[in-house]
C-alpha cells in the first residue's frame, strides 16, 4: 500500500522519520515534507512563489513550502501510482481541542481529505521537552490503524486527528474514538523594547488546562488512552462512525493484555 508521509515539523524530524522506518517494514511510504520547521502555520498555500522539491534520498523529498504544499506536490509526484493514505505526523506534541485549527500537522491531513484520500493526522502528546519523546509508540500506533483498517471506513471530506500518549505501547490503556475537547490558554501578551527603542512583543500563552467533558480527546489522552477524533471539513459530510468503531474494537483487542 503506497503511504504519503507530511509533516510540519520539517523532512529531517525525528517523528516523521520513526513513522517512515516504521511503515517502511510492511508499506511502501513516501515522504514529502518541509525543508524546514513550518510549525503552527495552519493551511497555508504557496501562490505567491514557485515551489522546489529536493530528493534527499530515495523516497524522501523536501518541499520548499507549507505543509498543504507538500501534500499537494506529493500527490503530484505519486501520480502514476496514487498514494491510498496520506499520514501527517508524528508531531512532536500535541494536537489536542481546538489547537487541530493552528496545526501545520492537522492541515497536511485536512489537504490529503480535500483530494478524496482517507487522511490521518499523528501527534505524541508530551508534557515537557526534556521527557523521552517515545515516537516509536506512536509510529506503532499507526501501524496498527493501518492494519485495522482504521483508513477504509474514514468518511469523505472528513480527516482522523490521533493524539498518542507518550508512554510505552504496552502502558496504552485504550482507543476511544473521541470529540474534539477545548484547550485553555492564558493568551498573555508580552511586550518589550528592543536596543533601538522600539516595541516589540511575544505571544506568551501558558497552557491551563482543559475543559471538562468526558467524551474528548483531551480527556482521553490525560486518562493514557490513544485519542481517535474524527474532524469532518464540510456541512454534510457523513456523521456515521460506525465502521471506525468497529476498527476501534479490533485496536483494542490487538492491545489487550
Known sequence: MRLLLANDDGV?????????????????????????????????????????????????????GFPGDCVLMGLHLLKDK??????????RGANL??????????????????HKVP???????????????????????IRLCLENELHK????????NINVPNLELAQIKGFKLTEIGFRRYSEEIHARIDMRQRDYYWIAGLYEGFAENPLSDCQAVHDGYVAITPHSLVDGASKDYSGLKSAIERLNATIAP
Not at 517502511?24 to 511510504?29: R, T, Y
Not at 481541542?97 to 491531513?109: E, H, I, M, N
Open 12 to 64: 529531517t524530524a525525528p517523528g516523521i522519520r520513526a513513522l517512515y522506518e516504521e511503515l517502511k517494514e510492511a508499506f511502501d511510504p513516501v515522504i514529502v515534507a518541509p525543508l524546514e520547521e513550518r510549525s503552527t502555520t495552519g493551511h497555508s498555500l504557496s501562490l505567491d512563489k514557485p515551489l522546489r522539491i529536493e530528493k534527499l534520498e530515495p523516497n524522501v523529498f523536501g518541499c520548499s
Open 82 to 91: 496514487r498514494p491510498e493514505v496520506v499520514i501527517s505526523g508524528i508531531n
Open 97 to 114: 481541542g481546538q489547537d487541530l485549527y493552528y496545526s501545520g500537522t492537522v492541515a497536511a491531513a485536512r489537504e490529503g481529505a480535500f
Open 119 to 141: 487522511s490521518i493526522a499523528v501527534s505524541l502528546v508530551f508534557n515537557s521537552v526534556v521527557q523521552v519523546h517515545r515516537y516509536h509508540t506512536a509510529a506503532k500506533v
Open 153 to 160: 471506513h474514514i468518511p469523505l471530506l472528513t480527516l482522523i
